[in-house]
């Protein structure tokens, strides 16, 4: 069964340092998401591509994030610097460019920030 | 800012019950609806979705909605131990930012314990 790959899964970073996410979308789909989810919230879109562009960063903090998905198929998020309200969950997810927009999630990675 | 709601819970059911899980969304534009589970540490896993007013049942699991209302809900039937997780309800809608791109906000969800 096709799923979403997501490294690394845990990552443990000192405030200020740079930390990067990849993630490589279920073959085949177009739209690609980033969610951030703390502990006891649901997860919040940060960044949305279709194919390789963006369509929607309203909610990233572009000040110190950064997302890219150079050849439409995998993505990079990147935090830099990192400050310890960026501990959460950062999960990946993808969907068919299609009228459902069911999205798949990955199995995220857990980032905590010292 | 398009709101979803949902009680935070603990749920908590008996073995063998019925479970029903609510969710309410502030968007009448909305047109797609979705529950995920989600155990502890994992990321959220897609159960059902449902497009239509009405009931949609798959296996255990029914979701109903309620355009009319705004209100969406989710029956688990001989609930398992295997059930106890937080269940996230998403609804899809134009996003804010004035693009061409639908978007799911998401309930903060909520715990269910099904106890053996």
């Known amino acids: 069964e096709a799923e979403v790959a997501q490294s690394p899964r845990y990552k443990i970073t000192e405030k200020s340092q740079a930390v990067a996410f990849w993630c490589d979308p279920i073959?085949?789909?177009?739209?690609l998401y980033w969610y951030r989810q703390i502990l006891g919230q649901g997860p919040e879109l940060l960044v949305q591509?279709?194919?390789?562009?963006?369509?929607?960063d309203s909610q990233l903090p572009k000040d110190r994030f950064s997302a890219e998905r150079l050849k439409g198929v995998d993505s990079t998020l990147k935090i830099q610097p990192a400050e310890l309200g960026d501990s959460a969950m950062y999960l990946c997810?993808?969907?068919?460019?299609?009228?459902?927009?069911?999205?798949?999630f990955g199995p995220g990675t857990r980032l905590t920030v010292t | 800012q398009k709101e979803v709601e949902q009680n935070s819970g603990p749920l908590s059911v008996p073995e063998g019950a019925i479970a029903s899980l609510n969710c309410t969304y502030s968007?009448?534009?909305?047109?797609?609806f979705f529950w995920y589970r989600q155990y502890s540490g994992k990321s959220p896993e897609l159960i059902m979705f449902i497009y239509s007013n009405g009931d949609k049942e798959d296996g255990r699991f029914t979701a109903q909605l309620n355009k009319a209302s705004q209100y969406v809900s989710l029956l688990i039937r001989d609930s398992q131990p295997s059930d106890s997780a937080t269940y996230l309800c998403?609804?899809?809608?134009?996003?804010?930012?004035?693009?061409?791109?639908?978007?799911?906000?998401f309930g903060k969800g909520t715990l269910l314990t099904v106890n053996p």
């Open positions: 998403a609804v899809n809608h134009w996003g804010n930012s004035g693009g061409s791109n639908y978007k799911l906000t």
């Open positions: 997810a993808s969907s068919l460019e299609d009228l459902t927009y069911e999205q798949y």
């Open positions: 073959s085949g789909h177009a739209t």
């Open positions: 968007d009448r534009g909305s047109q797609s």
């Open positions: 591509f279709q194919d390789e562009s963006v369509v929607d």
